[in-house]
């Protein structure tokens, strides 16, 4: 069952443009020039409960606008979103009840005093029931083991403590659907895996994640699903393995010659980089050329010391994907 | 519903109290220049009246009371309001309003609860202090007298209130001017002297549409027995401007959510 | 070349050439930092322009407040009710001619570790900070002082004509770097203080009060007065505005303009030299901390 889905949502703005010389300066104090843009731009997916999405894009693609009409903190300027049977912007004062959100740049903790005492404040908020809040403080802060750390003041906290302490203040009334807005930016690898695997807890609970990140780890490691943004509009939307196989299959070889050879020229093979007359990098489409056939040409065609065989790291697909004006399942 | 809100705002109270206990240095300095730096104006009128000069028909204590009631209600919005146009500029320039706004409470309630901050107390304190020394010299108070005084000072509190909320307001779409408040504080001026050395127009304006005199003045009158027709009158006002004020940033919130935008 | 010319044209010449040369690079220095300021702020200029507003508004309750006291006196303190408007309208157009914020500036650049980048520079940063201020204040001059001026001229009809022009412009200049030493040094605290803040605001407080922009000096008690002779809070608003108006007086003490103007002039050099001692010291903390 979908617990969200968006029609043809689309958001536009409006701003000025203002110069920076001193005539325009001095011009743009009387007349200033409109310029709409699209933010986000006729989109439109669906969640399945109990799913964690990634919704991933470059900065600016509109990510956070989408996020936004999501919590229902912004208008969209057409189009229909359904989260739980609610339509956020007109139904906010209710809906919000039932979600969470973690953004990874803006605390929600009072810096100065202990989390818990923040806690104590999103009790009042969410009117969440003395025994009930207890039994929920004590689930999370145990799972996160947080037990000490929540009574010192957050100004002393670690990055890591402060983050596993935003995501506990955002479960305490138990929102149905979490939205994660770079949950993991700034962390080291322990933090972050530990993040991950309470998402993977709380999402094993029945909790629906939508997840937005820089960092394509934690798609890879959280969501099954995955949109993404470019541009204001929607260029994939489907699962991980779908995303690699639309691509095709392609493989990364990294060669370290003893000689220098004139150039590598291959069927099927790309180079895509070379560090110096020794190192190259290349790119094997799967489709022209086996791989076997690539290496048998490779050990025919020079002397090499050292070489690797990867995937096609992630970053490159979602490059190609970024890239690529529109592409669609 | 009230009592969660009743709820929330202890929250606040208990959250800001503790800060200013871990910070006590920065909070007794922050007291202390806060009550420093609005000891102008009663040393400008102490200055003229040392000098030999005066307003006519005013004695220095009658000038020193109504710029102590607008000390203590500036104490008061100090405490209870000022904090409202920093966050929102805070929020609005970090683009974090959202969190606010995802909250199940009214925003402009959360803000002004959250930003409660007891810095205003020393001011509060300070401006009692002139309040019972320039009292000590008028004429016996009546209880009537100090009714009518209860009901002006709340009134120019609410003008206070509207004032710190038409300039958070404004801080939407002048987007992280700190000179804001120099625009509103220049206007609030003219609550700190007698109302009968402004013009009649000027008088008029600060009476009824941008009641800045409810602040200083009306009060103070009714504590010399002075408070006429007027004075009440212009109760009123202060309550639409307060609503105005509180109207005025609801909207600001529909146009930051880009209905219709 | 260089050898030849020095024996053609003689060894005073050639240090003149290089003064003129030393000069020229400090102007081109002075002027690309100050069209960057200006640059950098005109993106604030409705920010400065809050003046245009406030300004007015403060004159008119000074306005009000003086007629009142006023009323049936011919003077207060051998100034005229006219000469006391004039005295606020010229300090509130003196201060947009030499505000700064040099002080919450380097404040802000030691507490965030950014004064190293300055500090790698081949140049002093107060020098950097003048030029900064000079930009500054020239976005000052057209989106403050200039509406200001036309207002208290042409609409409220103040008499804003100097008793001489001459004085006058190098009674501002001085109180232009005035401001700007006193500022700086007082943000050369933060190199020793971690709250430097609040010796600047406490500065600040005093500064406001006994600088002059609240009320003439002559208003305060004799010791008071006597104290302000040997401060240099008086040179940043009240002398210029005295030597504005064509009469100083402080503490019973009476001067003409020349002297005045003069005793401002040796003022600005003490604390540019204290300025300078700070520095240096400061500089000596610097790299003593950084390393």
Known sequence: ?329 | MLKKYIRIYRECIKISIATAITYRLNFILDNFIMLASNAFFPLVTLLIYGSGAEFPNWSLYEVLLIQAVFTMSTGIANILFNGVLWATMRHIIEGSLEIVLIKPVDCLFFLTASTVDFSGAGLFLGGAVLFAAALSHAGPVSILMALQFLILFISGVFVMMGISFIMAATSFKWVGNSRLPEIFDSIKYFGRYPQNIFHKTISAVTSFIIPVAMIGYFPAAALLGEADGIAFIAVLPCFLFAAAGVLLFKYMIRLYEGVGG | MACSCAVQCGYNHMVGAEMMNYLAKKLKVIRAVALVTYKEWSAYRTHSMVSIFVGPVYFIVQYFIWSAVYSGKASLNGMELSQMLTYFGVTTLIGYLTMDFADWNLQMLVRTGKFLTFALRPIHHRFFALSQKIGHRILGFIFEFLPCLFIFVFIFKVNLKPANYGWAIISVILAFLMNLYLNYTIGMTAFWLVQASGVRRVYLLFQSIFSGGLIPLMFFPPLVQKLMLFLPFQYVSYVPAMVFIGRYNLAGVSMPIPHIVGLQAAAVAVTALFSEYVYRLSMKRFTGVGA
Request: aromatic share 8%.
């Open chain 1, 1 to 329: 069952m979908a617990i969200i889905s968006v029609s043809n949502l689309t958001k536009t703005y409006y701003t000025y443009r203002r110069g920076s010389s001193f005539t325009d300066t001095l011009k743009s104090f009387f007349r200033r020039e409109r310029i709409s843009i699209n933010a986000v731009n006729n989109v439109s997916f669906e969640v399945e409960e109990g799913q964690i999405a990634g919704i991933l894009g470059p900065n600016g693609a509109g990510k956070s606008t989408t996020i936004k009409m999501l919590t229902g903190t912004l208008y969209p300027t057409s189009g229909n979103i359904s989260v739980m049977g609610y339509t956020p912007f007109r139904d906010r004062n209710t809906y919000v009840n039932h979600i969470g959100a973690v953004f990874g740049q803006k605390s929600q903790l009072v810096w100065d005093i202990p989390p818990v005492d923040s806690f104590h404040m999103n009790k009042a908020i969410y009117s969440i029931p003395e025994k009930e809040f207890k039994k929920t403080l004590d689930e999370l802060t145990s799972l996160f083991e947080l037990e000490d750390i929540i009574e010192k003041p957050t100004r002393v906290l670690s990055l890591g403590e402060r983050m596993k302490c935003e995501f506990v203040m955002a479960m305490l009334h138990r929102p149905k659907i979490v939205f994660l807005d770079e949950p993991t930016i700034g962390l080291d690898v322990i933090a972050k895996q530990k993040i991950r695997a309470f998402i993977r807890e709380m999402n094993r609970q029945g909790v629906t994640f939508i997840l937005t990140t820089h960092d394509l780890e934690d798609v890879e490691q959280l969501a099954r699903k995955v949109i993404i943004i470019n541009h204001g509009q929607k260029v994939f939307d489907g699962t991980l393995q779908n995303l690699k196989m639309n691509l095709g299959a392609k493989k990364i070889i990294r060669v370290i010659l003893t000689e220098p050879v004139a150039d590598i020229k291959l069927d099927g093979v790309k180079v895509i980089e070379k560090n110096s007359d020794l190192e190259y990098t290349m790119e094997v489409d799967l489709e022209n050329n086996s791989i076997n056939a690539v290496i048998r040409q490779l050990t025919e065609m020079c002397e090499f010391s050292d070489i690797s065989i990867k995937e096609l790291p992630m970053e490159k697909i979602i490059t190609e994907i970024y890239e690529s004006k529109s592409f669609n399942e």
